[in-house]
T-cell receptor, first 114, second 121 residues
Framework: KNQVEQSPQSLIILEGKNCTLQ??????????LRWYKQDTGRGPVSLTI???SENTKSNGRYTATLDADTKQSSLHITASQLSDSASYIC?????????????WGLGTSLAVNP | GAVVSQHPSRVICKSGTSVKIECRSL??????MFWYRQFPKQSLMLMAT?????????EQGVEKDKFLINHASLTLSTLTVTSAHPEDSSFYIC?????????????????FGQGTRLTVV
């Protein structure tokens, strides 16, 4: 069964600290893995998207890694800011160009406190 | 960047009435749009795929007569929740897939609207 599991479920950190969120998947076949940030009451916003051949990708203070062999991904947030408080969702696409078959994780709820 | 606008952002309606939600791609064309529903602390669940000029494709378990989808132009898709009931209260999100060749996005990634919070009382 295609699944995406994220950990931790929730996380609280102090402003300025770094954190790493984890994503394990059992999706096959595999086309790409995406990380989204979803603020409360808002739609998801794309942070990174990685294909099979990419093992790291950065977007500002966000750095995602991908190990296609172990089927694991991580999202590292550097020098956290209060505005980073949100849900971070890992999404795996089994087929290129098929947004209908995306497999969504439940997300990690991050709270950045002053 | 690619912007997808949903309207309204919040709506409260009485049980038994219908509610229409609009999803617009503001700076690109999209032949395909997607409609999702998200319950609290749950992941997004795809309800249907909206195709410009043709019938929508509904996911298993989603009632097409209850959730009417119209995709009449390359920049607008609407979702109408008919005869709404309290159990339809949820967060509805659309996404739009840019037509290839517009120089928008990459890897055939769809862009999301800001969502609509529907409360049926």
């Amino acid at each position: 069964k295609n699944q995406v599991e994220q950990s931790p479920q929730s996380l609280i950190i102090l402003e300025g600290k770094n954190c790493t969120l984890q994503c394990n998947y059992t999706v096959s076949p595999f086309s790409n893995l995406r990380w989204y940030k979803q603020d409360t009451g808002r739609g998801p916003v794309s942070l990174t998207i990685m294909t099979f051949s990419e093992n790291t990708k950065s977007n500002g203070r966000y750095t995602a890694t991908l190990d296609a062999d172990t089927k694991q991904s991580s999202l590292h947030i550097t020098a956290s800011q209060l505005s980073d408080s949100a849900s971070y969702i890992c999404v795996v696409s089994p087929n290129a160009g098929n947004n209908r078959k995306l497999i969504w994780g439940l997300g990690t709820s991050l709270a950045v406190n002053p | 960047g690619a912007v997808v606008s949903q309207h309204p952002s919040r709506v409260i309606c009485k049980s038994g009435t219908s509610v229409k939600i609009e999803c617009r791609s503001l700076d690109f064309q999209a032949t395909t749009m997607f409609w999702y529903r998200q319950f609290p602390k749950q992941s997004l669940m795809l309800m249907a795929t909206s195709n410009e000029g043709s019938k929508a494709t509904y996911e298993q378990g989603v009632e097409k007569d209850k959730f009417l989808i119209n995709h009449a132009s390359l920049t607008l898709s609407t979702l109408t929740v008919t005869s709404a009931h309290p159990e339809d209260s949820s967060f509805y999100i659309c996404s739009a897939l840019p037509v290839a060749g517009q120089g928008v996005g990459k890897d055939t990634e769809a862009f999301f609207g800001q969502g609509t919070r529907l409360t049926v009382v």
